[in-house]
């Protein structure tokens, strides 16, 4: 058998002349900006205007471009050979697919049809699932595949939150950054969402309080002094909270060690590398804080691509018993709030 994993992740972009255009198509997501077109459009390419200048100061930050391409590639790369080692009786293929910048699915399709795969496996990078990142990079891939008549069975792994080679993933990185610490606050930071997303049922705001509560668990730290908190708001709307720059401050002034857990992203990018290390740091030094620590994203840790490893080939053996979970979406979980909901 032939399979292809498809990663999703959202991207970055590669020169700071695309830094707009990547903005653009970031907004001009209906899942991010839920307006018909002929508005979307237009609103886009101003919003994404007036947002260039500081995002390019942001990622002159990191070097002029975004790491995230280069960090997916090495992830996409042991996920492939962990895969082709534990199962003999499947040839994998694993690609990248960004939903905002290159790779885009329009292309990758192509490379996908001519590897000629008996199945094809959707595997997002976003261990909670959102309609504004998940959904969204399903959606397209299947309606890129109706466009280029590309059928094949398909599966999906649509979220992951607390599968448990996932958890000692952030247990491990956790441990090596708190093991000798006293006096510390643990925060864990996600990437906020409007609360009218979670309103309307976006279960994403749920999973990660599922991710944190496990980690937590697993960590087994007698009176463990931790919180979870949203960090990268941006526009108008309130976002779920608490934000993580309150958290930061707040905890400064008190004289606690910042331990910066980034519990919803698996790839260091601008989220990590410049508003947690530089931004959310230098906050905290200007409110008194004496020591700052951040563990990093998952990356390649060990445990965390057996996780994706796991799910990817035992996904048959789970049993699907709720209304919620049609055959063709494989969700680990069993949450009854899982969006495992028909994406045909």
């Known amino acids: 058998m032939r399979k292809a994993v498809i990663l999703f992740n959202l991207g970055g972009p590669d020169k700071l002349n695309n830094v707009e255009p990547f903005l653009f198509n970031l907004f001009n997501d209906p899942a991010i900006l839920n307006l018909p077109g002929f508005l979307r459009y237009p609103l886009a390419k101003l919003i994404s205007n007036r947002r260039a200048p500081t995002a390019k100061k942001i990622y002159q930050e990191l070097g002029g471009s975004s790491p995230i391409l280069k960090l997916t590639e090495e992830q996409s790369k042991a996920l492939e050979h962990k895969l082709n080692n534990e199962d003999d009786n499947s040839e994998y293929k694993s690609f990248i697919v960004m939903r905002c910048w290159n790779p885009r699915a329009e292309e990758v399709v192509k490379q996908v049809k001519n590897f000629v795969p008996d199945e094809v496996i959707l595997m997002p990078l976003y261990p909670q699932y959102s309609a ?188 699907f018993n709720n209304k919620l979970y049609p055959p063709k979406i494989h969700c680990p979980n069993n949450f009854k709030k899982c969006p495992c909901l028909n994406y045909e």
């Open 132 to 319: 504004a990142t998940s959904g969204s990079s399903i959606k397209e891939w299947k309606d890129v595949c109706k466009k280029n008549n590309f059928e094949v069975k398909t599966s999906t792994i649509c979220c992951y939150p607390t599968d448990k080679n996932f958890i000692l993933a952030h247990r491990s990185e956790i441990i090596k950054k708190i093991d000798s610490l006293t006096n510390f606050k643990l925060i864990f930071s996600a990437h906020g969402l409007p609360e009218k997303n979670v309103r309307k049922g976006d279960p994403y705001q749920w999973q990660v309080e599922q991710t944190v509560k496990e980690v937590v668990k697993s960590l087994n730290v007698k009176n463990l002094d931790w919180i979870l908190s949203y960090q990268s708001r941006v526009g108008p709307l309130k976002w779920i909270g608490p934000s993580t720059d309150d958290i930061i401050i707040k905890n400064s002034k008190l004289g606690k060690h910042i331990v910066l857990v980034p519990i919803a992203f698996v790839s260091e990018h601008s989220e990590t590398l410049v508003e947690l290390d530089i931004e959310y740091k230098e906050l905290a030094d200007k409110n008194g804080c004496k020591d700052y620590t951040r563990v990093p994203a998952l990356g390649t840790n060990e445990n965390f691509i057996k996780a994706m490893s796991d799910l990817i080939i035992k996904k048959e053996e789970y049993n």
